[in-house]
């Protein structure tokens, strides 16, 4: 606690009291400043923040117990002792709702004010406290939060690193598909999707990166085969999906709901990425907005980084500017072409993840 003495403003129109007030308390160890009415009381709050002030409320002009309810929301810090020759319930239940600590009717001897003042200063010394162990007990949480959610990230990740790492061909491109999914959902938030909030945009960062994880289950001869599947490998092929999100479902279960919830968007990303708009695609067939948004965006971005750079089947990249074609030439059978319009937008974005995070 800091050792200046306390400020106490009085805002009384009676000149003689006011002066005798203002002695007193000075007597008694306050800086005090004064006012006559609640202009001026307004100027001194401006000027010098007091930390008490003792509010008249038969003032000329603008009432006492009005003057505090307009500043009220400016001043919330500020300890509020009422004093009135007025003793009527409502006022003072007024003052009281408005925040007030204490209430003295006039008229009082200096002994009783000083007594009023000084409990108002041991309330407002708690209320602070208490305000800033709040504080420091919410950004303790907020940290420890944000530690957690990192090593949890991190481990996700890991582990999705660690099953693309049998077919370690596509490098980073776990890393690339959390920029282009952001990239790209992002724009779309701002062309005002109403499903895309920060929660969304989070959820999908932290989930993109699982939506092939299922290819652990794939046996090494499919995986890593450089030539084209059979019809047989290909549906063998197609059963990470299946593999990927059961697995996330069981992941699921093992959390409380509120905190599932990238878990949630991980499974559908896992489930759903090979899903084509026109129905065309697997697992399920699903079709146009049947398949979740999520699974909607990363099936653009999965597309892009498969031609963006080579493969075990594909040697060589392909360039930006025919995998942007290849894309618009899909909106409506394979992607979502309301998505694609805006993948249009933001393409040069996309190259720049690719150049930023080459393999
Ligand atoms: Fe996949
Ligand atoms: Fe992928």
């Given at each position: 606690m800091s050792s200046e003495p306390v400020s106490v403003m009085v805002v009384e129109d009676e000149p003689v009291l006011r002066g005798m007030l203002e002695t007193w308390l000075k007597k008694n160890g306050y800086r005090v400043f004064v006012a006559a009415d609640t202009t001026e009381a307004e100027r001194v709050l401006e000027m010098a923040n007091p930390q008490l002030m003792m509010l008249d409320i038969c003032l000329p002009g603008e009432s006492g117990i009005d003057f505090l309810e307009r500043i009220n929301p400016t001043y919330p810090q500020l300890g509020v002792l009422i004093s009135s020759a007025e003793d009527e319930t409502s006022t003072v239940v007024r003052a009281m709702k408005l925040g007030a600590f204490d209430y003295i009717v006039k008229p009082y001897s200096l002994q009783t004010c000083l007594l009023a003042v000084k409990g108002a200063e041991e309330r407002w010394q708690l209320r602070t406290q208490m305000q800033r162990h709040q504080q420091v007990l919410e950004r303790t949480v907020t940290e420890r939060t944000r530690?957690?959610?990192?090593?949890?990230?991190?481990?996700?990740?890991?582990?999705?690193?660690?099953?693309?790492?049998?077919?370690?061909?596509?490098?980073?491109?776990?890393?690339?598909?959390?920029?282009?999914?952001?990239?790209?959902?992002?724009?779309?938030?701002?062309?005002?999707?109403?499903?895309?909030?920060?929660?969304?945009?989070?959820?999908?960062?932290?989930?993109?990166?699982?939506?092939?994880?299922?290819?652990?289950?794939?046996?090494?001869?499919?995986?890593?085969?450089?030539a084209k599947l059979t019809p047989e490998e290909f549906e063998t092929m197609k059963t990470h999906t299946g593999i990927g999100s059961a697995c996330l479902s069981d992941a699921i279960d093992q959390v409380p709901p509120e905190t599932a919830g990238f878990l949630q968007m991980g499974h559908l990303v896992t489930r759903y990425h090979h899903e084509n708009f026109d129905g065309s695609g697997y697992p399920e067939g699903l079709k146009g907005l049947q398949i979740p948004l999520a699974a909607r965006i990363l099936s653009i971005a999965d597309f892009y980084d498969a031609l963006a750079f080579p493969r075990i089947y594909r040697p060589t990249s392909v360039p930006h500017p025919e995998i942007v074609a290849m894309i618009r030439k899909q909106a409506g059978t394979k992607f979502d072409p309301e998505i694609v319009e805006i993948f249009l937008e933001v393409a040069d974005e996309f190259q720049k993840v690719a150049q930023r995070l080459t393999d």
């Open positions: 530690q957690i959610e990192t090593v949890q990230d991190t481990t996700v990740f890991l582990m999705a690193k660690l099953a693309q790492s049998r077919d370690d061909e596509t490098g980073m491109h776990l890393e690339r598909m959390r920029f282009y999914t952001n990239v790209l959902a992002k724009r779309m938030a701002k062309a005002s999707w109403q499903e895309i909030d920060e929660e969304f945009l989070l959820s999908l960062f932290r989930a993109s990166p699982l939506h092939d994880i299922g290819k652990v289950g794939i046996p090494d001869a499919i995986l890593l085969k450089p």
